[in-house]
């Protein structure tokens, strides 16, 4: 838009150049000519008239002033003979060949006895039309320049409403609630700005209400959920009937499920709601801990959890204390979840110039495409081969903390069948110790 703004700037004023410079050129491009022209006509006709006299008086006097016409000026004199004058008896110029050719006929009793020519370079002319023609195109290109910078200022000061709600629409479109625009320019768009601020204000009090009524929720959930899984564990200690057991132990199993969701919803309402400082942690260790947790878990199946990384490698990353533990659990979990019987789960951690990168690939199923592209939706839960049914958030709950750090989620296919997560995360300038 500040282009076409520009361009519409430029072309007015060079449209308005061309209306009132061309025409002025040409006007004295003209006079020059026709000023020029009439003083030749003016010294042939009087050096004709003393042509026309014949007495010897006259023709001194015409030789002295061709002499002194030809000292003073670029043109020359020439009589001509009576055969040579004009036949219509009028004085004649002729334009071309870089001079002014002017021939008036010398005229006695009537008859025409000759004629005096002035031949009159036009360099001189031509020199001083194209200064003339010259000076109003630099001025004009000077001018053009002047109105490209002044066009750039006026657009980007008439723009710069609009470039702050598109500033704040895309800080609002990826996820910033509190985004709001300055109310600034013409009334049109502070009415827009103010309109848009409203309607974020509202939207950013309703996912506050969302975000504390989940967290409320969540945690009010928690302590009957924990007594219920309690009184199931009582009750299936004291039934000796196999068909109740059964019965109990499925009941069980959903109230671990619940739990489970309701953890997750939990983390997550908290994660969203306040984003805390990063600091700059140890990777290895963190990776090292939490696959300590997991592996005998992975072991009751015969899954093997490996690791790849330089074994020195000490670096250090920009996370908030706690997220990483979190993602780690989740993205194990999602991976152990998948795998099947004997096969392996591999952590790699790679560092580069400002991130590192850590992967966790498994020899699952995969995803398609489609999955890959609603996996970190909520309650979204992909084909296990464990039996157990997931609470469809743990993949949203590692994209809001890794978001909230500055890095970046991606789901990727394996060489070998199954699916990467790979996690970036940005590096700090410290060095590990």
Not at 140 to 146: H, I, K, T
Not at 404 to 431: F, Q
Request: net charge neutral; proline share 4%; aromatic share 4%.
């Amino acid at each position: 838009m500040i282009r076409q703004l520009i361009v519409s700037y430029v072309l007015l004023v060079a449209v308005a150049l061309t209306a009132f410079t061309v025409p002025v050129a040409f006007t004295l491009t003209a006079q020059l000519r026709g000023d020029t022209e009439e003083s030749v006509r003016r010294e042939a006709r009087t050096m004709a008239l003393l042509l026309a006299d014949g007495d010897a008086a006259s023709r001194a006097a015409l030789t002295r002033m061709s002499v002194a016409y030809a000292a003073e000026t670029p043109g020359a004199v020439h009589v001509l003979p009576a055969s040579e004058a004009p036949a219509d008896g009028r004085t004649t110029a002729y334009w071309g060949g870089g001079e002014l050719k002017v021939t008036a006929p010398a005229k006695r009793d009537g008859r025409t006895v000759g004629a005096v020519q002035v031949t009159y370079p036009t360099s001189d002319l031509t020199s001083r039309l194209w200064r003339i023609w010259g000076f109003r195109a630099v001025l004009a290109v000077g001018v053009l320049a002047v109105a490209a910078g002044l066009g750039a200022l006026v657009a980007r000061r008439l723009t710069r409403p609009l470039r702050q709600l598109n500033d704040m629409a895309t800080r609002f479109g990826d996820g910033d609630l509190t985004a709001r625009s300055p109310v600034t320019g013409p009334p049109e768009t502070q009415q827009l700005a103010r309109t848009l601020n409203s309607g974020a204000e509202r939207l950013d009090i309703l996912v506050a209400s969302q975000r504390i009524f989940v967290a409320d929720a969540s945690h009010q959930l928690r302590t009957p959920l924990t007594a219920l899984r309690l009184s199931l564990d009582n009750i299936a200690d004291g039934v000796e009937d196999d068909f109740v057991r059964e019965d109990v132990e499925q009941a069980t199993a959903e109230v671990v499920r619940m739990s489970r969701l309701v953890n997750g919803l939990l983390v997550l309402a908290r994660a969203e709601a306040k984003v805390s400082a990063t600091e700059a942690l140890p990777l290895r260790e963190l990776v090292e801990d939490r696959l300590a947790v997991w592996r005998p878990a992975a072991e009751e199946r015969g899954v093997t959890i490996a690791r790849e990384g330089e074994p020195g490698d000490r670096s250090l990353v920009l996370a908030s204390p706690g997220h990483l533990d979190q993602v780690l659990d989740n993205v194990l979990s999602n991976a152990l979840e998948v795998s099947p019987d004997g096969s392996t789960i591999t952590v790699r951690v790679q560092a580069r110039s400002d991130e590192v990168v850590l992967s966790v690939l498994d020899q699952g199923p995969g995803m398609s495409d489609a999955e890959k592209s609603r996996a970190f939706d909520r309650f979204w839960r992909g084909q296990g081969l464990t039996g157990r049914s997931g609470s469809g958030l743990g993949l949203a709950i590692v994209k809001q903390l890794v978001t909230d750090d500055g890095g970046t989620v991606t789901l990727k296919d394996t060489p070998g069948g199954g699916l990467c997560v790979a996690i970036s995360l940005r590096a700090s300038s410290r060095s590990g110790g």
